[in-house]
């Protein structure tokens, strides 16, 4: 059965000499200091967590939302959810060194990335299914057929400084005056996406200069400018609000809007709209428009939240109630016990709390993390990173070999 807080409260009372529980200031808030503290100093089995990725993984899509309980970056694993095999093998690597071979790697990889208070994994996943180009969107004559603008978009062009893939984006303006602005190309070369057809997501990158001028954007892809899937977004692929610069949109072929009978086997049409507040925006960009398959993955790691609801199971982060339950089993319980214990004695003062409570609870703690951390090692995938070594040389030729550091 497992601990609840109104057993901590209990044992507390009867290891404190018998006083009373009332005497400590903010009770609920001792708990949480002490499973702070705990969760700094060891990764305990029963905080492990299985759950999907609210969205699949996708081939060439690097950053994705991780479950708010996530212990910093303690990720054991990332797993199919079916049919693992040996090379399903993920490694955490640190940002930098993620970042330089995101695109040129055939290892599946990760990294837990903090930006302005919000924690993001970033994934390569080389093995997944490649994106298939709906048109890369690089030249208004690129040989994907002829960009044409229309409504607030004027003075269409190719970009070859600013551009995320295909070595060149479109570049445009959207005029003072109007509320939408459009690039449409409707002599594409023919792509058969029928294999695809409602399964797939559609991704664009689309930079705005002023993201708050911008309200929304709207990809349509079919077989004529009257047979084609439809769909508009207000948020980035992360489901964050638009930013200046570039935003990686998607937009799921499942719950996109059908006008006429569009072939899927035949794509040579597409259209994309921006919809902006009237004012002048210049400098907007398309770039790589695409359409890929993802694949749904389990992601195994320790959680932050030491506490769960008695009734709805839901894990949380802090004391809310004596009824709460302890994410702690029998071997690591006494942790807790100990640990708030010790808390308790340095809040009570007394000579009995200073001379010999604080220090007999601290070493039990001690005792106890030690004896635990023995028991049950850590599983947590260790970021690695890169270094070089020069070799020897030999016949005045110097190489330099790449090794791995832990």
């Not at 797993?79 to 060194?97: A, I, M, T």
């Not at 990760?110 to 970033?122: C, D, E, H, I």
């Not at 030249?139 to 970009?159: F, K, L, R, Y």
């Not at 020069?390 to 791995?404: D, I, K, L």
Request: charged letters at 15%.
């Amino acid at each position: 059965m497992p601990y609840s807080i109104g057993d901590v409260t209990t044992d507390l009372g009867a290891m404190m000499h018998g006083q009373n529980t009332n005497q400590i200031v903010n009770l609920y808030g001792l708990y949480n200091r002490a499973a702070r503290q705990i969760l700094l100093d060891v990764d305990p089995q029963e905080t492990k967590r299985i759950t999907p990725f609210v969205t699949p993984i996708y081939n060439q899509v690097f950053d994705y939302a991780v479950p708010v309980d996530l212990k910093g970056n303690k990720v054991i694993d990332i797993v199919p959810q079916v049919r693992r095999y040996p090379s399903d093998n993920w490694l955490q690597q640190y940002n930098q060194f993620f970042d330089q071979l995101k695109t040129s790697t055939f290892q599946d990889m990760f990294t837990v990335q903090f930006n302005s208070g919000l924690k993001t994994m970033r994934i390569s996943a080389p093995n997944q299914s490649a994106p298939i180009p709906i048109n890369l969107a690089t030249s208004p004559t690129d040989g994907g057929g002829t960009w044409v603008v229309g409504g607030g978009a004027s003075d269409v062009q190719a970009d070859y400084v600013n551009w995320v893939a295909g070595g060149s984006s479109l570049v445009f303006n959207l005029l003072a005056g109007q509320t939408t602005g459009y690039l449409e190309n409707s002599t594409m070369q023919a792509q058969d996406l029928s294999a695809y057809l409602n399964q797939a997501t559609q991704f664009l990158y689309t930079y705005l200069p002023s993201s708050t001028a911008v309200t929304a954007v709207q990809l349509r892809f079919g077989s004529s400018s009257s047979a084609y899937y439809s769909l508009s977004t207000s948020v980035t692929q992360q489901n964050t609000v638009f930013q200046n610069g570039w935003n990686l949109l998607q937009f799921p072929w499942a719950s996109m809007a059908v006008t006429g009978s569009p072939d899927p086997s035949s794509i040579t049409y597409c259209r994309v709209t921006w919809t902006y507040d009237g004012t002048l925006q210049t400098a907007v960009r398309l770039n790589d428009v695409v359409s890929t398959l993802g694949t749904i993955l389990n992601l195994e790691y320790y959680s932050k939240y030491l506490f769960r609801d008695s009734i709805t199971g839901a894990f949380q982060e802090k004391v809310t109630d004596n009824s709460n339950l302890i994410n702690l089993d029998v071997e690591s319980y006494p942790l807790f016990l100990n640990q708030v214990c010790y808390q308790a004695s340095q809040q009570l003062q007394g000579r009995d709390a200073l001379m010999f409570d604080a220090n007999y609870f601290a070493q039990q703690y001690n005792e106890n993390l030690a004896r635990y951390k023995s028991m049950y090692k850590s599983e947590v995938s260790k970021p690695s990173s890169q270094y070089y070594q020069p070799s020897r040389t030999q016949y005045g030729t110097g190489m330099v070999r790449a090794r791995y550091g832990y």
